[in-house]
């Protein structure tokens, strides 16, 4: 049969839209993980043993799980109880969450890294305990694990192929779309590849910067 | 001048980490204005003891009065929180290693607490960080990082930081111990200047030419009491304690080395 790309500019435009929706739901999962990150990261920390625990059980259900099932859950386990969610909702919750966990573990790891110094100053001037976190160790915390929080991102940017399976018409969806009409399995898959490194290309060149900037304070 | 209240006073303090007491009842009073400065071998409490004074190390038993404020009052967790934060903003601290936020410009440093506890405006905290910045001569650093910063200059922001919160009393935890000698001067030039301007000092130094010239009084501590007190020239030319006296004398000795 052999192997035609001549079929790709026809479809091209589904890809593209693919490709624009694994952006959307890479981006919005990406802010909800790096916030949720920060957020576990302070209640692993410092929360009261009443809201600690019951974290501790919602952070290993997110790393001892496969987030295929944790996306299975959000989007068809959900709706018995009531919440259902749009699939791209789904998915962002899903894959948000899911990293928002390992994140969290990097900025814990960070926070307890910060000099103590800097807390006792901050506490010298008169700052409370949650102004010193906010201002002072925190975005320290952070600054430190920018370069391994964007390895996370690149990680997601991959797993967000997951969420064709609950119907968002993302690239991996939209290029099996391309496939079922065509039947022409290598040449969309090898261009969603390509689709998939590009988009990763991108997020290397916006975390770059992103340490470039963080790296004027060393 | 005798029957006049203490500015700052500590009263019977008392400190043990379990059955290791490091503050065995020690009471000091300072007057306003005064600078006091407390010598001694390490481990013999005596930044346990400035610690103290603004509760970063808790005392286990006696007082600490800041004017008609007991800084250490016994409160509800919650309630101590709220009075604690209170007074911090009054005892200014600086310390060994500077603790300058590294993520923060020279600037932006100095504006954090003003801004946030104080209410003051951006334009404010700006015109505020100025001033204090040429007070201690690093007005054209404003906009630098304290990584590139020296030892010296990082020490002379961490005093405009302090400053900047208009404290009623200055603490310095051994602030040039951690300098290259060529970098001590700077900071003793800048805490001279303060002495001159009258401001309230309690020093913990192993600077005894400094605490001579600029001290009104000298405690010699050791293993966690006061040995002995006075004006600097009878502390430090004429000890009647034999412990001082054998401090001293290490002291010049690895010091003139």
Redesign the interface.
């Known amino acids: 049969m052999g192997l035609d790309f001549s079929v790709i500019p026809k479809y091209l435009d589904v890809i593209l839209l693919g490709a624009l929706w694994t952006i959307a739901i890479t981006v919005a999962a990406a802010l909800l993980s790096f916030i949720g990150g920060i957020l576990f990261a302070v209640i692993a920390l410092y929360a009261p043993r009443a809201i600690r625990l019951p974290f501790r059980a919602f952070e290993w259900l997110f790393m001892g799980t496969p987030l295929l099932l944790q996306l299975f859950l959000i989007y068809f386990g959900l709706v018995q109880i009531g919440i259902d969610l749009p699939a791209f909702v789904a998915g962002v919750i899903g894959l948000g969450l899911h990293f928002a966990v390992y994140n969290s573990e990097l900025i814990q790891t960070a926070i307890v890294a910060v000099?103590r110094?800097?807390m006792?100053?901050?506490?010298?001037?008169?700052?409370?305990?949650g102004?010193a976190l906010r201002?002072?160790v925190v975005?320290?915390a952070v600054?430190d694990v920018i370069p391994p929080i964007g390895n996370n991102m690149i990680a997601l940017l991959k797993d967000s192929a997951l969420v064709s399976v609950i119907g968002v018409g993302e690239l991996t969806l939209s290029a099996q779309l391309a496939i079922g009409r065509t039947y022409r399995p290598f040449e969309f898959y090898v261009l969603a590849a390509v689709f998939y490194y590009v988009i990763n290309l991108g997020m290397e060149a916006v975390l770059r910067r992103v340490e470039r900037r963080v790296q004027?304070?060393? | 001048m005798t029957d006049q209240k203490p500015f700052v006073d500590i009263r019977h303090a008392q400190k043990s980490y379990g059955t290791l007491e490091v503050l065995k009842d020690i009471s000091l009073q300072v007057q306003r204005g005064q600078i006091v400065a407390i010598i001694g071998p390490s481990g013999s409490g005596k930044s346990t003891l400035l610690r103290a004074i603004n509760d970063l190390d808790p005392l286990t038993g006696g007082e600490v009065w800041l004017e008609d404020t007991q800084v250490n009052k016994k409160l509800p967790h919650r309630q101590y929180e709220k009075h604690i934060n209170q007074v911090r903003q009054d005892i200014g601290m600086v310390f060994q290693h500077f603790n300058l936020f590294p993520h923060l410009t020279v600037r932006d440093n100095i504006k954090l607490a003003p801004k946030l506890l104080k209410g003051l405006s951006d334009a404010e905290a700006d015109k505020l960080a100025e001033e204090q910045l040429e007070k201690v001569g690093m007005l054209e650093r404003i906009d630098y990082y304290p990584s590139r910063l020296s030892g010296g200059q990082k020490q002379r922001v961490a005093i405009a930081r302090a400053l900047a919160m208009k404290p009623k009393v200055m603490l310095f935890d051994e602030a040039t111990s951690a300098l290259d000698p060529e970098l001590v001067e700077e900071v003793n030039l800048v805490m001279k200047k303060l002495a001159e301007e009258h401001m309230t000092m309690i020093i913990v130094t192993h600077e005894m030419g400094f605490a001579e010239s600029v001290c009104d009084r000298v405690l010699f501590m050791d293993q966690g009491v006061v040995v002995e007190e006075g004006p600097p020239e009878v502390i430090f030319r004429n000890p009647s304690n034999e412990r001082t006296r054998n401090f001293l004398r290490k002291h010049l000795a690895t010091a003139n080395k």
């Open positions: 000099d110094g800097q006792e100053a901050a506490r010298t001037l008169g700052l409370s305990r102004e201002k002072v975005p320290q600054r004027a304070s060393r």
